[in-house]
Nanobody
């Protein structure tokens, strides 16, 4: 079992930045591929960014490329998402998710169904 707890959300003006963090329980964090997803009201949950278990490969949704950066620290059981140049359309609940998989981050891992564990989410609101 892995428990995930997100933090770092908040209210920010357009163009601003936040750093979202997700802390995982357990001793095997380094064996998990991690992803960040988001869900806006009335919309389906969508992939934002993912990182392989070692941190050696990352993958981003086209809508956030160049603005968001995912990273992880396996010594601290954390995965972070630096979100810059925020837009009102980035407003959503942001979730981190974990998948027991230690290989390269391939495109199919952007599907929510691939993930085994989810956090409770952190709200990001971007005002115009």
């Amino acid at each position: 079992q892995v428990q995930l707890v997100e933090s770092g959300g908040g209210l920010v003006q357009a163009g601003g930045s936040l750093r979202l963090s997700c802390t995982a329980s357990g001793r095997t964090f380094s064996r998990y591929t991690m992803g960040w997803f988001r869900q806006a009201p009335g919309k389906e949950r969508e992939f934002v960014a993912g990182i392989s278990s070692s941190g050696g490969s990352t993958y981003y949704a086209d809508s956030v490329k160049g603005r968001f950066t995912i990273s992880r620290d396996n010594t601290k059981n954390t995965v972070s998402l630096q979100v810059n140049s925020l837009k009102p359309e980035d407003t959503a609940i942001y979730y981190c998710a974990a998948k027991r998989y230690s290989g390269t981050f391939y495109r199919h891992l952007s599907a929510p169904v691939e993930y085994d564990y989810w956090g409770q989410g952190t709200q990001v609101t971007v005002s115009s």
